[in-house]
């Protein structure tokens, strides 16, 4: 990445989180930017304005210390003992910084295949801002934001409880075919009420009280204590499918499903949204890592955690029609665009987006459209873009 882009992500000005739950996302934009090309001069601005006030319209926060006050926790027991209670964040950095240069000769590869194998069992705290921190990191090969992305990932980690798996109890083919599956039981057995509604947990003791007022954090935390068997019952191509066809399936099946939740202005879902981008976050976390039986274990922990943000979105799971729809409206028999598509007019709308979300996206759809035989499902949701939700203090029902 260019020279002003590393400066920008080793910036240590600005704390992981603003109003008390929402995740800072300002290098994730700026990682986005560069890798679209953006002139530096549009890099910078984003960082000028985004620091200045969000598209949120409120004001992200500087660090509460300064980085010679910080002293770094104690040891890998404090680390452990930290995960999910959203402590000292600056404390933990400090820390990995320590361990870096002290066991891992300053190795920051090193240091991620050595902590963040076990943490990719909370990769939906923060609505998986964490793992998008951290992937997105390495994906800009920083060394501090991939720091940052570690540290937020044990400060934020929320998940299924994987002891509640249950391997291959359901006989599948394909990510899309277990979706549609769980579409009939939570319509037929309505379990918007007989699951989502009855989820419970006690915020001043099991979770963080600021997240009431979050709105949809709060309901998901809720979702993944309490487990439905839809989200443990784990369906065979988990285990049968090779690497490479697991994250080709699940990236296809989020594209489908992301374009299946438009809203009626052809607006992108924000929380699906999240699950391309935390997705490709993890892959690129899993690369480091790997190991195979590590990024399977991963891979689980995704599928479960989208089972469960579904579930839990105000508008409820999409239905089996609405799937079926949309996969006939975009077949995979429908690829090779690359001599009549045009990339430019997406990317330059993506390159002045103010929302870092579709400026993510249309990276990321890019990315996969080249890999993976030019798709036309990919392209078409690097054009279905977002909004901003409504998520201030002023109303705190996020409406999926």
Request: with cysteine.
């Amino acid at each position: 990445m260019k020279l002003p882009t590393q400066k920008l992500l080793s910036d240590k000005t600005f704390f992981i989180e603003f109003q008390g739950y929402l995740t800072n996302h300002l290098k994730h934009a700026i990682v986005a930017l560069d890798k679209l090309e953006a002139p530096p001069e549009r890099i910078q601005g984003y960082w000028d304005h985004y620091s200045n006030l969000t598209p949120y319209n409120l004001e992200i926060e500087k660090n509460p210390k300064s980085w010679d006050q910080v002293q770094p926790i104690s040891d890998k027991k404090e680390w452990k003992h930290l995960r999910g209670k959203k402590e000292k964040w600056q404390e933990m950095c400090a820390f990995l910084e320590q361990e870096k240069e002290e066991h891992y000769n300053g190795d920051t590869t090193k240091l991620v295949q050595a902590y963040s194998p076990d943490l990719l069992g909370g990769i939906a705290g923060a609505l998986t801002h964490g793992i998008i921190h951290l992937g997105w990191g390495i994906d800009a090969g920083n060394d501090w934001m991939t720091t940052e992305g570690l540290a937020y990932l044990n400060f934020c980690y929320l998940g299924v409880d994987e002891s509640k798996f249950h391997d291959n109890a359901v006989e599948e083919q394909s990510p899309m075919e277990s979706i549609m599956r769980v579409a009939d039981d939570y319509h037929s057995q309505n379990l918007k009420e007989a699951w989502i509604a009855k989820s419970k947990l006690q915020y001043d003791t099991d979770f963080h009280p600021e997240l009431v007022v979050a709105g949809f954090q709060w309901q998901l935390a809720k979702v993944l204590a309490s487990p439905h068997s839809v989200a443990t019952n784990l369906p065979t191509w988990l285990n049968t499918y090779a690497s490479e066809d697991l994250w080709k399936e699940l990236y296809r099946t989020c594209v489908w499903i992301y374009l299946g939740t438009r809203d009626s202005d052809n607006h992108g879902n924000f929380l699906v949204l999240h699950s391309l981008t935390s997705l490709w976050g993890l892959e690129k976390v899993c690369q480091v890592i790997n190991d195979p039986e590590v990024e399977r274990k991963a891979l689980k922990q995704f599928y479960a955690n989208l089972v469960c943000l579904l579930a839990a979105s105000s508008g409820g799971f999409p239905t089996r029609s609405m799937l079926e729809q949309i996969q006939s409206e975009v077949p995979l028999s429908n690829t090779d665009e690359k001599e009549s598509f045009d990339w430019e007019p997406i990317v330059a709308a993506g390159i002045q987006e103010e929302e870092e979300h579709n400026i993510k996206l249309v990276y990321v759809m890019k990315a996969l459209w080249n890999r993976y035989g030019q798709w036309h499902g990919f392209s078409e949701a690097a054009s279905t873009f977002t909004l901003t939700p409504n998520i201030g203090p002023s109303d705190a029902e996020f409406k999926a």
